[in-house]
């Protein structure tokens, strides 16, 4: 069994391999190909910790396993991550354990990495302006990834507390862009692709502030009772999902069917418009929106691919089982 310390996540997987890897794993989940098996995701009631597990398996790549973790709010305190997770894969064979594998920075590069899937697939190809709502420690990522998907000019972003968008800022110089804090109404007027990445239990942007032609990628809602946009906006928008049981019931969909807006077949998987059997946008004046709820077999699929570098780099520490 080897294991890749979290320490090496950064020097051995770039946001390329994340981008092919999620990629690929969306095509097979839309083909059948591979499958993620029910959430588990329970408060410990002990260090008000949340804490669970996501699995899955694609017969594919042969990519089987789960990541366990979740959220420990103390964490901080202790100059720790608050979210932690590390994933476990298994041989499809055999069943023996394959890798243990620091799963905190390939969450981050691998949601990062759907956005910027959805965003390749379903923005306008001339979209200039790219909008980014929320400023915590996922919009770095999100900027970095999505920024590579289409020819951006510039970077607006919005955040609940400005003083934090120093951190989006700081990005965009590294990137070359330039970078303006703006309000809700200027963001969705202006942007052309908006990443929303917020932890909120009220929807924030709405239907009437987003513009015709729009490719929304909302990331931030994981959870029952998060929300980061208006209902209105998810029904009026064509709707893509990693998962669509995930949508309706922990991601930003969920609200709009509970309330009737759109039904469960007004969903459709990003995979399908990967695989060509979805044409995606029909139109320069459609409303895109990819709800991005995070699957397990996308954090198998890039430990997978951490693993094989690893291995390859010789920085996999080996051990019997
Ligand atoms: P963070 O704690 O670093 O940042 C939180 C962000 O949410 C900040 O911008 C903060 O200002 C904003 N925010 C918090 N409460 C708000 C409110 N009531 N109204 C408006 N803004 C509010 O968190 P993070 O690690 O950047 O994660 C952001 C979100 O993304 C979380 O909800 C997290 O669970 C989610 N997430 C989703 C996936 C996925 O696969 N879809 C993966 C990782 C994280």
Known sequence: ????????????????????????????????????????????????????????????????????????????????????????????????????????????LRTAAAAAVSVKHLARPDAEVLGILGAGHQSAFQLRAVAEQRRFRRVIGWNRHP?????????????GLPFEAVDLDRLGA?????????????????????RPGTHLACMGTDTKGKQEVEAELVARATVFTDEIVQSITIGECQHAVARGLIGETGISELG??????????????????????????????VAAAAVDLAIRKGVAIEVDV
């Not at 997770?85 to 920075?105: H, Q």
């Not at 003083?163 to 990005?171: F, G, K, P, T």
């Not at 060509?276 to 954090?299: K, M, N, V």
């Open 272 to 301: 399908a418009v990967v695989n060509g059997t979805h044409p995606g946008r029909r139109s320069a004046e459609e409303i895109t929106l990819y709800d991005g709820t995070g699957i397990g077999l996308q954090d198998l699929a």
């Open 163 to 175: 003083a934090a968008l120093s951190r989006l800022q700081s990005v965009a110089d590294d990137l």
């Open 1 to 108: 069994m080897h294991i890749v310390p979290e320490s090496e996540i950064a020097g051995l997987v770039s946001r390329a391999d994340c981008f092919d890897a999620v990629e690929k794993v969306f095509a097979a989940t839309a083909r059948g190909a591979a499958v993620n098996f029910p959430v588990i995701r329970e408060s410990l009631g002990h260090a008000d910790a949340l804490y669970g597990f996501k699995s899955g398996f694609d017969r594919d790549s042969l990519a089987l396993g789960l990541k366990s973790g979740g959220y420990w709010p103390h964490n901080s305190a202790r100059g720790l991550t608050n979210h932690q997770s590390t994933v476990f894969l298994f041989d499809a064979d055999t069943g023996r354990c394959r890798a243990v594998v620091g799963g905190n920075l390939l969450t981050a």
């Open 190 to 210: 202006e942007a052309d692709v908006i990443v929303t990445i917020v932890s909120s239990y009220a929807p924030i942007l709405t239907a009437a502030q987003v």
